[in-house]
């Protein structure tokens, strides 16, 4: 089965940077869209950005534009997300997940197939 493990979560204090980390086992890593979600508490899952298989493509949440990063090394079969100028409202769990979707244009919950486990990212002010 496919596994998904995330990694580099920590606490950051505001306007700080951190990077996330992604890897997913399998020979298909390449080939599908990968994404990150993310979660607060009493919030609902939302999407944070997703990027095509090749990684030639993405696309970002109105909030996080212009300060996250996301980008993929397949050769390593690892997702990032480096988040830049982060804001206390960035606290949240961050989750990988892959998509069987032909299209990283996708951005509910329900397009996505293999989640990790979650990463704690809190940003103190």
């Known amino acids: 089965q496919v596994q998904v493990v995330e990694s580099g979560g920590g606490l950051v204090q505001a306007g700080g940077s951190l990077r996330l980390s992604c890897t997913a086992s399998?020979?298909?890593?390449?080939?599908?869209?990968m994404g990150w979600f993310r979660q607060a508490p009493g919030k609902e899952r939302e999407f944070v950005a997703s990027?095509?298989?090749?990684?030639?493509?993405?696309l970002y949440a109105d909030s996080v534009k212009g300060r996250f990063i996301i980008s993929r090394d397949n050769a390593k079969n690892t997702l990032y997300l480096q988040m830049n100028s982060l804001k206390p409202e960035d606290t949240a769990v961050y989750y990988c997940?892959?998509?069987?979707?032909?299209?990283?244009?996708?951005?509910?919950?329900?397009?996505?197939?293999?989640w990790g486990q979650g990463t704690q990212v809190t940003v103190s002010s």
């Open positions: 997940a892959t998509s069987s979707r032909n299209s990283y244009l996708y951005t509910t919950v329900y397009d996505y197939d293999y």
């Open positions: 990027i095509s298989r090749l990684g030639g493509s993405t």
């Open positions: 399998g020979r298909t890593f390449s080939s599908a869209v």
